[in-house]
């Protein structure tokens, strides 16, 4: 098996928000309490799964908010926490 040679260090997502839900989701990056804390023990491999999560997670914030908009009279929406 090849392996891909990395030309650039995938960096840190942190935003400094640094807090985080219930869940252990912080609000700013988006990563759980290990992926927050593995950061610098991640291989490269690792690390780009972690930012495919963020990404998965960051798109169903948007859904819900698209989500709270068209049914704004409801009380059927979840809390964010809801989504990590």
Not at 57 to 82: A, M
């Amino acid at each position: 098996m090849n392996q891909q040679f990395e030309l650039f260090e995938i960096i840190n997502p942190c935003i400094g928000v640094c807090r985080s839900n219930k869940k252990g989701y912080c609000f700013g990056c988006l990563r759980s309490r290990p992926e927050r804390q593995l950061w610098h023990d991640m291989t490269t491999g690792q690390r780009r799964d972690v930012l495919r999560l963020i990404s998965a997670r960051r798109q169903r914030i948007i859904l819900l908010k698209q989500k709270r908009q068209i049914s704004f009279d409801f009380d059927e929406t979840p809390e964010l926490g809801e989504l990590f």
